[in-house]
Nanobody, 122 residues
């Protein structure tokens, strides 16, 4: 049984930083990602990483501000969020897939965390 547990959300002023963590219990997952969902909006892809090789992908809106990384020994994926903007406010979800068919597609992911709230004040 695979379980993803997220942490690190909170309230921060515009221009500040937060670091999100996602820990997996269970089998090794091939592809990891962060998605986010604001009220009234669709859940959108933020960043993804392949466990083997470590290749990454970012949404255009967060490229050069956010950084996804992993700790192999701890089965943990991080999302370092810098220069936060009010439009980054959302619930952030960790996701993982047994197979990495499409890193950007919600349907490709088999497991999801409970979500962690990120609020950026202006």
């Amino acid at each position: 049984q695979v379980r993803l547990v997220e942490s690190g959300g909170g309230l921060v002023q515009a221009g500040g930083s937060l670091r999100l963590s996602c820990v997996s219990s269970g089998r090794t997952l091939h592809t990891w990602a962060w998605f986010r969902q604001a009220p009234g909006k669709e859940r959108e892809f933020v960043a993804g990483i392949r466990w083997s090789g470590g290749s990454t992908s970012y949404a255009a809106s967060v490229k050069d501000r956010f950084l996804i990384s992993k700790d192999d020994s701890a089965n943990t994926v991080f999302l370092q969020m810098n220069d936060l903007k009010p439009e980054d406010t959302a619930v952030y979800y960790c996701a993982a897939a047994l197979l990495g068919r499409s890193i950007h597609t919600r349907a490709a992911y088999d497991f999801w965390g409970q979500g962690t709230q990120v609020t950026v004040s202006s």
